[in-house]
């Protein structure tokens, strides 16, 4: 299980940027995210309920919360609002996979983790591999990005790296249903709130926006972040975020296989580049 869950977390975390390609055709960014958190808290919540999970102490809740806030609220806020913008799903994929250089630099002052010599490579040539899959295919697109597209995406990276060192530091006693739903729920009323604010145009019931919801919830809200915090009580803030590395390079296949998007040479050889940097950063610290 622990060997193969890092692999699972990357498969259905790349497929977010294409439910946000999907979600914001018929709904606003932030309402589809408020709702999306808001029925992901009550599912985990009921779940905990009825398993009979432990419960958390009230401050561990408290920071679960803030933990959320950074994971949930500013990151997919970030990536939604960028997307929504007109940004394109492989460069906003870029933007966010940048944040494992950030989480592995502030890991070792915040948190005092140490990698090994290797385990650095392995986070270099993850960036490496990243720039590859993308440069080439959205060099030209990223000349009509706009300042706000940039600052939403800067945001998000921020806002995860924060989340994952707030969690590896005080989260990795918190009872993983109860924490989860915590987090759901303080990010889905700060996105509530925003998007009130946002003036966001609000959730359209169609068939599209019906299917990115049920995706969003199980797959990416329930399953997907659910094996991350699991991952995070074992392993090192650097070495869990070094999977965003490949988020990028399998969004861009999927965005080949669903939208018709070119793979071209240099991503495929940036893919390997970033597997290569994601099993160096993932052996065991010292």
């Known amino acids: 299980m622990v060997q193969l869950a890092p692999w699972v977390f990357v498969l259905f975390w790349s497929t977010g940027f294409i439910v946000a390609r999907y979600g914001t055709d018929d709904a606003g960014p932030l309402s589809f995210l408020a709702i999306r958190l808001a029925i992901a808290a009550v599912i985990l919540a009921a779940v905990a309920a009825a398993t009979g999970a432990p419960r958390p102490a009230r401050v561990q809740l408290g920071w679960a919360g803030v933990a959320g806030l950074g994971i949930h609220a500013f990151y997919l806020g970030g990536v939604f609002l960028a997307i929504s913008w007109g940004m394109p799903s492989g460069v906003s994929a870029l933007i966010a996979g940048l944040h494992p250089v950030i989480t592995s630099v502030f ?3 915040v948190l ?19 720039v590859a899959v993308v440069i080439d295919h959205f060099l030209g697109a990223s000349a009509g990005l706009s300042a706000g597209m940039l600052l939403a995406s800067s945001c998000s990276v921020l806002g995860m790296s924060a989340g994952t060192l707030v969690q590896r530091r005080r989260g990795g006693a918190t009872p993983l249903l109860w924490g989860t739903a915590m987090q759901y729920l ?3 009323l700060v996105l509530a709130g925003a998007a009130a604010v946002h003036a966001d145009e609000g959730f359209h019931v169609t068939a599209r926006s019906l299917f990115a919801l049920a995706w969003a919830v199980g797959v990416l809200s329930i399953a997907a972040v659910l094996i991350m915090l699991w991952l995070l ?18 969004s861009t296949v999927e965005g080949a296989i669903l939208f018709g998007e070119q793979l071209g040479p240099l991503a495929i050889v940036g893919l390997v580049v970033a597997l290569a940097g994601v099993s160096l950063t993932l052996r065991s610290t010292r």
């Open 186 to 188: 303080a990010s889905a």
């Open 112 to 130: 005092s983790e140490r990698l090994r010599r290797i385990q650095w490579v392995g986070v270099a040539l993850g960036f490496t591999g990243v």
């Open 233 to 250: 009580q074992r392993e090192a803030a650097a070495q869990v975020s070094s999977l965003f590395f490949l988020t990028p390079a399998l």
């Open 107 to 109: 890991g070792r002052l």
